[in-house]
């Protein structure tokens, strides 16, 4: 059984349709790509994947449990986390809290000081972990704001693995980064992957997409144009034809 199934999905916002049809799955502690052109539905797809809106028509299927009418919460729950295309961490905490809000764990900055019922021994263990695991020592005790974006994006990756999902999905976490920021960002994936998680990679950086992934799913105008490896996905002509479009 796939770790995750899509059939059929389609979309439409007021008329316009953002996705059409789309059917792939994803295997477990696989890389899956979704590439495309500007406007092909990629964040769409991952705003349904993870509730944020319900498909206008189709099906998904996450360890074999239909939860495409689901809400956001019941579906991170039940293990798909995932990163936004902006990152958005809470600019005012540091690093180790907003890991620890991320993990479903209150935060009371009146009472941080006097009492602090939620920072137990055996929940800010598992915090340095994912600080360890995502390389963000150094940054523990810093403000978000004032980080660098290639270790915001980390701790975005951070965020989302304190629900210890068992799927990811990244919209474009190398997006804006320096090319040594993208080569560790891309480190990190491949350990996530290593630890049996499942990915979905939304990227458009091609060289980042060619390094990771086995497979690759082509979306434009809303519809899969293409499915297979690296080699098939850069010789396609419909793939090639797409890309080329968009720069005329
Ligand atoms: N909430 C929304 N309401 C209306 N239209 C939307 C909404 N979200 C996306 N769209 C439209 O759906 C289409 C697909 O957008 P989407 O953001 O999924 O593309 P994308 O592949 O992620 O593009 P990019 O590479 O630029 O991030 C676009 O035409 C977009 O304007
Ligand atoms: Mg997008």
Known sequence: MPLLEVSGLSKEFDGLRALDGVSFSADQAEILGVIGPNGAGKTTLFNIISGIFPPSNGKI????KMIHRLKTHQISRLGIGRT???VRPFQNLDVETN???ASGHPYY???RKSFAPFRKPEILGEVQKLIDRTGLRLYARQIAKNLPLGIKKRLEIARALALKPHL???DEPSGGLRFEESV???ELIRQIREQGIGVLLIEHNMQVIMDLCKRIVVLDHGSKIAEGSPE???SNPQVIQAYLG???
């Open 168 to 170: 990811l999905l990244l």
């Open 232 to 234: 098939e996905i850069r």
């Open 99 to 101: 890991i620890l809000v």
């Open 109 to 111: 900055p009146s009472f």
């Open 184 to 186: 560790q960002l891309m």
């Open 61 to 64: 299927s996450f360890q074999g």
């Open 84 to 86: 936004f295309q902006l």
């Open 246 to 248: 968009k720069e005329s």
